[in-house]
Structure formats: C-alpha cells, structure tokens
T-cell receptor, first 116, second 107 residues
Framework: GAVVSQHPSRVICKSGTSVKIECRSLDFQATTMFWYRQFPKKSLMLMATSNEGSKATYEQGVEKDKFLINHASLTLSTLTVTSAHPEDSSFYIC????????????FGQGTRLTVV | KNEVEQSPQNLTAQEGEFITINCSYSVGISALHWLQQHPGGGIVSLFMLSSGKKKHGRLIATINIQEKHSSLHITASHPRDSAVYICAADLRNKLIFGTGTRLQVFP
C-alpha cells in the first residue's frame, strides 16, 4: 500500500513557540491532504483540508491563524502550530488519498505534541 | 445523533473467538472505510468498500448499502488484533468517523 510519512512523531515545546509538522506522500502525488486532531479516547476531528497550490479549507471552529497549513508540492503538506499553548497539546495526524471520493485513504504515523 | 455510529464501544475476547464490529451511517456515501489504530496512534487502512464483501487474511468486511450498515469480522482472533477499530463514511471527499471500538484479545 501507499505510504504517508509524518514527522516528527513526538515533540515537546515551550509555550509561545511554534511547531511545524510535516506530512509526505512517499510514493504517490496527493493533490489533497487532510489534517486531523485527536483527543484522548476520542475519534479523529478534521481540522482542515490542504489543497496543493491553494489555500487550505478549514473546518468550523479551527483558527486558521493558529494552525497554518502549507501544501507547496504534490507530496508535502505542513501544519504549523503557532504560538503554542498547553491546550494545543494533542495528537495530530495527516492523511492523503490517491484520488477523490471513493479512493483509499492513507494515514501518517501521527505527531504527539506536548506544550509545556 | 452522530452520522456514523459504531458498536460496541468496547469489546474483550479470548484468543480464537470470532469478533464482529458494527457500523451504521445515516448519510449517502461513496464508500465506507475500516481503519485500525494501534496504541501508538498510527492508523492503518484495512478496507474500503462500496458494496458486497471484502476479505483479507482473517479480516472480512461487509456492507449493505440499502440498510446503511457495515460489519467488520475477525476470525480466529489473536492478541495482536488488540487495537481500536474505526469505521469512516466517505462523504464528498471527507471522512466522517465513528467513535471507534476498542478491542482487547486475551491469550
């Protein structure tokens, strides 16, 4: 199956700093990638849809200035958590699809962010 | 009411038992995904199906489009099957996730 690589898998940062998380599709081109957040023992919550070459589409309630998404190439999307606060501590995971609806979704390994 | 409902929420089994996890959805979808999430957090895609039945090793997934219902079966369960199993409805290129079923298989 296709591989989506996410980095880093774990990061600890100080309040007020910014953290960048990378999501790469290693063996296919992904025009669309998705960023999710997961709280403990809860399901995945879609934060935004990352579109190559254009602005990301954010879900209601997600601050676009807080969670900056850049999809500069067909194989790389980045999520930057700006001015991180302890309440941003969470598990973040990306996914990518080879095509549109009805195609298989592949997930990164996830990033556990802890803001101290 | 959630658009995707899963049951049971928690499931324990003895090694070798046959396991069924159910998923019901209330929206029209292009496909239904079954995912597996291990304790470390990584998610693996098990199946994507839009009709009928698929089988991979000891895993079987079925879907009934008319009844908006899908099931994931695990035959001859093993402790390494312990994980959270999530169904997700594929709706206009977005995935709507169920709450997950936490499965523990004991030796």
């Amino acid at each position: 199956g296709a591989v989506v690589s996410q980095h880093p898998s774990r990061v600890i940062c100080k309040s007020g700093t910014s953290v960048k998380i990378e999501c790469r599709s290693l063996d296919f081109q992904a025009t669309t990638m998705f960023w999710y957040r997961q709280f403990p023992k809860k399901s995945l919550m879609l934060m935004a849809t990352s579109n190559e070459g254009s602005k990301a589409t954010y879900e209601q309630g997600v601050e676009k200035d807080k969670f900056l998404i850049n999809h500069a190439s067909l194989t790389l999307s980045t999520l930057t958590v700006t001015s991180a606060h302890p309440e941003d501590s969470s598990f973040y995971i990306c996914s990518a699809r080879r095509g549109g609806p009805g195609t298989e979704a592949f997930f990164g390994q996830g990033t556990r962010l802890t803001v101290v | 009411k959630n658009e995707v409902e899963q049951s049971p929420q928690n499931l324990t089994a003895q090694e070798g038992e046959f396991i069924t996890i159910n998923c019901s959805y209330s929206v029209g979808i292009s496909a239904l995904h079954w995912l597996q999430q291990h304790p470390g957090g990584g998610i693996v895609s098990l199946f994507m199906l839009s009709s009928g039945k698929k089988k991979h090793g000891r895993l079987i997934a079925t879907i009934n489009i008319q009844e908006k219902h899908s099931s994931l079966h695990i035959t001859a369960s093993h402790p390494r099957d312990s994980a959270v199993y999530i169904c997700a409805a594929d709706l206009r290129n977005k995935l709507i996730f169920g709450t997950g079923t936490r499965l523990q298989v004991f030796p």
